[in-house]
């Protein structure tokens, strides 16, 4: 009896590895052609980009800053994910951890860096996981849909967050400004985040890839994340198992809100310096709390498979900025390219699903034809 | 506030909520046939901003809304496309569709921002527009928010009274067991996901074209979802969701008429009422509450009041269905 080949043709299997990348390579022709219409040279807008991106070190460095919060934010995804909840609140989440770390920050100007940098970043913590357990509590407790209570919940953080920086913590000096522009006080120098080498690159970047490695560890190395994941496969079998599916839903929420409101606080702390507003949520996340999502379906919903993810979108997004400023294309462009991106990647995903799948009901009609030959050759023997 | 003044505002909520109630149909029956399309804000938004500006083009307000239509189902068939052909999750392809309608509207829509266009004309009903009361809120507007309305109506009878509506609701009930009635189950998904998209377009356009004119970044964000979450206040029931939706413009609106009357509250609360409001009208739908209210109220009651305020989603809702 000959063995069924199971394996796919090598060239499709690198096909299906490298998938992501193509799939970003067939938006990036997409956003070629419009550049055609819009006038630009593709080649030369890539070059840009690409430049924008890793031409120097302060470039490399401006990626990985723009790369930190991504990664938190699909981490956090990642265990809301792998618990069978749908958080689309990272925005909210990010704002909500974000102000309360600033709040901290301003209240406490002349403590030491050493204290009010570890403490904010626990409040932040703590406000994200507040804002993603009420989701997380009204799911388990009252059955509501979680997708649509995030989405609510990011328009109300952001209502609150306009309301505190445009009056209780705005900057005195706007106060007497006629333009009042909605942001805080800078926050004092002691409480910068240390840089790690003479760029932009601060220490968020260190602390993002160990919490990914932390996630990792939690989710398939520990008890608690086992059973995450469980409720998150199979929410019915693991009630019977004895698992308190109410209980981990909540806290899968809780953890995930806890993440993207840490990467608030760092963001505060490593980059800006300050919190504002814009009106809106993107102002201040730079729709950090939507392509989180994205991210973290680009790695697979793998903690680790999220760190080359967040590096690559938070590329994207830097070289796509200089490529705007060198070729003079609108600003809408960067946000139609990422968008582009966004689809084809999450398209790619559904594909490699797809193969994956007829790869296995492929193998298992041959190993059901094989069993079947076998018996056929034995009756007629 | 005398009733003139009363009647003025109940038929601008009326008009506000039109394009809502056109969403809500659209997605009710969209989900009744076993779909979710969850990208609706995105949908919306390219659709307004379609509409828009193809009458502004073409100077014809009726060509933007056969536009608009034209690019809610070319998001549907994605969406139905992507779940019943490539078998694959329904609510991410709507999470990723929501996320490139907001882009691409923007990026399209940029040299088309906050300039007038044309918009639709009132046009009362000659006799009914005298009744008192109900002819100055429902027979002195526009045809748009007529189509709503007769829209409301026909829906329901459709989806309750005639036997393609039967099949819709089946394939999203029992699909396996539409399937061995001779339901083909995937093509009724199709259209209805289709046809559902094609109203969530014209909903769009009804922002653009009627409600609040012309074009902006960001037009109709948030109403997608508003609408989605009146799907499931609605119970799935295009009558019940038309109601939602009044009731959230009337929400809206009062907290507006609040804001002047007591400007001292923070603007936060005011703006914060519609969204806080969905949440508990959502909490208030899926949790136990309602059986508890059922069963302390005399028992006469019960069966009207069960009827009245019990929605279970279809039970097919957001599931892949093979045919074979």
């Given at each position: 009896?000959?063995a069924?080949?199971?394996?796919?043709?090598?060239?499709?299997?690198?096909?299906?590895?490298?998938?992501?990348?193509?799939?970003?390579?067939a938006?990036?022709?997409?956003?070629?052609?419009?550049l055609?219409?819009?006038?630009?040279?593709p080649?030369?807008?890539?070059?840009?980009?690409?430049?924008g991106?890793?031409?120097?070190?302060?470039?490399?460095?401006?990626t990985?800053?723009?790369?930190?919060?991504?990664?938190?934010?699909?981490?956090?995804?990642c265990?809301?994910?792998?618990?069978?909840?749908?958080?689309?609140?990272?925005?909210?989440?990010?704002?909500v951890?974000?102000v309360?770390?600033?709040m901290?920050?301003?209240?406490?100007?002349?403590?030491p860096?050493?204290?009010?940098?570890?403490?904010?970043?626990?409040?932040g913590?703590?406000?994200?996981?507040?804002?993603?357990?009420?989701?997380?509590?009204?799911?388990?407790?009252f059955?509501?849909?979680?997708?649509?209570s995030?989405?609510?919940?990011n328009?109300?953080?952001?209502?609150?967050?306009?309301?505190?920086?445009r009056?209780?913590?705005?900057?005195p000096?706007?106060?007497?400004?006629?333009?009042?522009?909605p942001?805080?006080?800078?926050?004092?120098?002691?409480?910068?985040?240390?840089?790690?080498?003479?760029t932009?690159?601060?220490l968020?970047?260190?602390?993002?890839?160990?919490?990914?490695?932390?996630?990792?560890?939690?989710?398939?190395?520990?008890?608690?994340?086992?059973?995450?994941?469980?409720?998150?496969?199979?929410?019915?079998a693991?009630?019977?198992?004895g698992?308190?599916?109410?209980?981990?839903?909540?806290?899968?929420?809780?953890?995930?809100?806890?993440?993207?409101?840490?990467a608030?606080?760092?963001q505060?702390?490593?980059?800006?310096?300050?919190?504002?507003?814009?009106?809106?949520?993107?102002?201040?996340?730079g729709?950090?709390?939507?392509?989180?999502?994205?991210v973290?379906?680009?790695?697979?919903?793998?903690?680790?498979?999220?760190?080359?993810a967040?590096f690559l979108?938070?590329?994207?997004l830097?070289?796509a900025?200089?490529?705007?400023?060198?070729?003079?294309?609108?600003?809408?462009?960067?946000?139609?390219?990422?968008?582009?991106?966004?689809?084809?990647?999450?398209?790619?995903?559904?594909?490699?699903?797809?193969?994956s799948?007829?790869?296995?009901?492929?193998?298992?009609?041959?190993?059901?034809?094989?069993?079947?030959?076998?018996?056929?050759s034995?009756?007629?023997? | 506030?005398?009733?003139?003044?009363?009647?003025i505002?109940?038929?601008?909520?009326?008009?506000?909520?039109?394009?809502?109630?056109?969403?809500?149909?659209?997605?009710?029956?969209?989900?009744?046939s076993?779909?979710i399309?969850?990208?609706?804000?995105?949908?919306?938004?390219?659709?307004?901003?379609?509409?828009?500006?193809?009458?502004?083009?073409s100077?014809?307000?009726?060509?933007?809304?056969?536009?608009?239509?034209g690019?809610?189902?070319i998001?549907?068939?994605?969406?139905?496309?992507g779940?019943?052909r490539?078998?694959?999750?329904?609510?991410?392809?709507?999470?990723?569709?929501?996320?490139?309608?907001?882009?691409?509207?923007?990026?399209?829509?940029?040299?088309?921002?906050?300039?007038?266009?044309?918009?639709?004309?009132?046009m009362?009903?000659?006799?009914?527009?005298?009744?008192?009361?109900?002819g100055?809120?429902?027979?002195?507007?526009?045809?748009?928010?007529?189509?709503?309305?007769?829209?409301?109506?026909?829906?329901?009878?459709?989806m309750?009274?005639?036997?393609?509506?039967?099949?819709?609701?089946?394939?999203?009930?029992?699909?396996a067991?539409?399937?061995?009635?001779?339901?083909?189950?995937?093509?009724?998904?199709?259209?209805?996901?289709?046809?559902?998209?094609?109203?969530?377009?014209?909903?769009?356009?009804?922002?653009?074209l009627?409600v609040?004119?012309?074009?902006?970044?960001?037009?109709?964000?948030?109403?997608?979802?508003?609408?989605?979450?009146?799907?499931?206040?609605?119970?799935?029931?295009?009558?019940?969701g038309?109601?939602?939706?009044?009731?959230?413009?009337?929400t809206?609106?009062?907290?507006?008429v609040?804001?002047?009357?007591?400007p001292?509250?923070?603007?936060?609360?005011?703006?914060?009422?519609?969204?806080?409001?969905?949440?508990?009208?959502?909490?208030?739908?899926?949790s136990?509450f309602?059986?508890?209210?059922?069963?302390v109220?005399?028992?006469?009651l019960?069966r009207?009041?069960?009827q009245?305020?019990?929605?279970?989603?279809?039970?097919?809702?957001?599931?892949?269905?093979?045919?074979?």
């Open positions: 009896m000959k069924p080949s199971r394996q796919l043709s090598p060239l499709l299997r690198i096909v299906e590895i490298l998938l992501p990348f193509l799939a970003t390579l938006a990036l022709l997409v956003g070629a052609v419009m055609i219409f819009l006038g630009a040279n080649f030369e807008a890539y070059r840009s980009l690409l430049e991106a890793f031409g120097s070190p302060n470039a490399v460095a401006d990985i800053v723009k790369a930190t919060p991504l990664l938190l934010v699909a981490l956090g995804i265990i809301a994910f792998r618990g069978g909840v749908i958080n689309i609140g990272g925005e909210g989440q990010l704002v951890g974000a309360m770390a600033t901290v920050g301003l209240s406490f100007p002349d403590a860096g050493w204290l009010i940098i570890p403490l904010s970043a626990l409040v913590f703590a406000g994200g996981a507040f804002w993603g357990g009420i989701a997380g509590f009204l799911k388990a407790q059955n509501v849909n979680e997708i649509l995030t989405i609510m919940l328009q109300i953080a952001v209502q609150c967050m306009n309301d505190l920086l009056c209780p913590m705005i900057e000096v706007q106060l007497q400004a006629a333009s009042r522009i942001q805080t006080a800078r926050l004092a120098q002691a409480f910068d985040l240390p840089r790690l080498v003479p932009r690159l601060h968020g970047a260190l602390i993002a890839v160990i919490v990914a490695v932390l996630v990792y560890i939690f989710l398939w190395r520990t008890v608690v994340g086992y059973r995450i994941r469980a409720t998150g496969l199979n929410p019915d693991s009630r019977y198992a698992i308190p599916v109410k209980r981990y839903i909540i806290l899968s929420m809780l953890l995930s809100g806890g993440l993207i409101g840490l608030g606080a760092i505060v702390f490593g980059v800006h310096h300050r919190m504002f507003t814009d009106g809106s949520a993107t102002g201040f996340t729709s950090a709390g939507f392509n989180g999502i994205v973290a379906l680009f790695g697979q919903l793998h903690p680790l498979g999220a760190i080359p967040s979108f938070g590329a994207l830097v070289g900025n200089k490529l705007q400023r060198a070729m003079q294309v609108p600003a809408a462009f960067l946000t139609a390219l990422n968008g582009l991106v966004v689809v084809f990647v999450v398209g790619s995903e559904f594909w490699r699903r797809r193969w799948r007829l790869r296995r009901t492929e193998a298992m009609d041959t190993a059901a034809q094989s069993i079947g030959s076998e018996a056929e034995e009756v007629k023997a | 506030m005398n009733n003139t003044e009363l009647i505002i109940f038929s601008s909520i009326i008009l506000q909520a039109s394009p809502l109630i056109i969403a809500v149909c659209g997605e009710t029956i969209t989900e009744r076993g779909v399309n969850l990208s609706l804000d995105g949908t919306m938004l390219m659709a307004a901003m379609t509409g828009f500006v193809v009458a502004l083009k100077d014809n307000v009726w060509v933007g809304f056969l536009a608009a239509a690019v809610g189902m998001f549907a068939l994605i969406i139905a496309f779940s019943i490539l078998k694959q999750n329904q609510v991410a392809i709507g999470f990723v569709l929501t996320l490139l309608g907001d882009d691409l509207s923007s990026f399209l829509g940029q040299n088309y921002t906050r300039i007038p266009g044309p918009f639709i004309k009132k009362a009903i000659p006799v009914l527009q005298d009744i008192p009361v109900l100055p809120l429902f027979f002195d507007q526009n045809l748009v928010v007529y189509f709503a309305l007769v829209l409301v109506a026909l829906t329901w009878w459709f309750f009274r005639t036997r393609p509506g039967l099949q819709l609701r089946a394939a999203g009930e029992r699909p067991a539409a399937f061995s009635r001779g339901v083909g189950v995937n093509r009724v998904r199709y259209l209805y996901t289709i046809l559902g998209g094609a109203l969530v377009g014209i909903a769009g356009a009804a922002y653009s009627n609040k004119l012309g074009w902006s970044d960001g037009h109709t964000r948030g109403l997608g979802w508003i609408a989605l979450a009146i799907v499931i206040f609605g119970g799935w029931s295009p009558i019940r038309a109601f939602g939706a009044i009731l959230f413009g009337a809206k609106s009062l907290a507006t609040l804001q002047r009357r007591y001292e509250v923070s603007v936060v609360a005011f703006n914060s009422i519609p969204w806080i409001m969905m949440i508990a009208v959502l909490l208030l739908v899926s136990q309602t059986d508890w209210l059922i069963s109220m005399p028992r006469r019960q009207p009041l069960h009245l305020l019990k929605v279970s989603p279809p039970m097919a809702l957001g599931t892949i269905f093979e045919e074979d």
